[in-house]
């Protein structure tokens, strides 16, 4: 249905499947399955495709199935991901360089931070691109260095599923860096259920 819509739209291609739920949605990286979505599952997407103008739309969301109540866990684990999000977000103002965005960046809490995202933030544009900020931890020598400015877009990332965990809940918003801080470009908003 996305491939359909964003084809309809004028767009052009789509980078992956990411679309799972259950017990598939952690680890994350799982695409796309026979499995069918239950009453109560998590389901977890990330959009990853060129739409029109060729513009790459890269955000995340995830979404209780049915019209019950999600678990205290389910709420648990989506309000991590929002918090780093809202955190992570705040960061990104013009001038702010890479390294110090990184460091002081929120980070998943001890028993979800081995099945993090591999990333904190990325550019986007034509395509996913530079720069690609990983985790404080996993900063190398190699990694470039570079200062965040107007008219930059960045995604910000947040993977949030424990280790051995059932579910994990993805989220990914797009922002502009402006001259006086930042704007929200992904506008879809978040399950209101499971940020309780």
Same mark, same amino acid.
């Given at each position: 249905?996305?491939?359909? @819509?964003?084809?309809?739209?004028? !767009? #052009? ?11 598939? &949605? ?6 796309? +399955?026979?499995?069918?979505?239950? *009453?109560?599952? =998590?389901?977890?997407?990330? &959009?990853? %495709? ?8 890269? =955000? ?11 678990? +205290?866990?389910?709420?648990? =684990?989506?309000?991590? *991901? *929002?918090?780093?999000? !809202? ?15 990184? #460091? ?32 404080? +931890? ?12 107007? !008219? ?5 990332? +947040?993977?949030?599923?424990?280790? !051995? @965990? ?6 990914? #918003?797009?922002? %502009? ?18 940020? @309780?």
């Amino acid at each position: 249905e996305l491939h359909r @819509g964003n084809i309809a739209r004028g !767009g #052009e291609w789509i980078e992956t499947r990411l679309l799972t739920s259950g017990p598939r &949605t952690n680890p994350w990286f799982q695409e796309c +399955s026979s499995r069918k979505i239950e *009453a109560g599952d =998590l389901v977890a997407f990330d &959009t990853d %495709l060129i739409g029109p103008y060729g513009f790459c739309a890269d =955000l995340s969301r995830t979404w209780l199935c049915g019209d019950g109540k999600p678990t +205290s866990e389910q709420r648990d =684990l989506f309000r991590i *991901a *929002a918090d780093q999000i !809202g955190h992570n977000t705040a960061l990104m103002q013009p001038g702010i360089s890479f390294r110090d965005l990184v #460091e002081r960046s929120a980070v998943p809490p001890g028993d979800c931070f081995p099945t993090r995202y591999g990333v904190l933030y990325h550019g986007v544009g034509l395509a996913d691109e530079y720069p690609t900020l990983p985790h404080a +931890s996993d900063w190398t020598s190699d990694t470039p260095d570079g200062v965040l400015e107007p !008219g930059m877009v960045l995604c910000v990332e +947040s993977y949030i599923g424990r280790l !051995g @965990g059932r579910e994990g809940v993805k989220i990914e #918003e797009q922002i %502009l860096i402006t001259e006086t801080g930042n704007e929200q470009l992904s506008t879809y908003p978040l399950d209101k259920r499971l940020l @309780g």
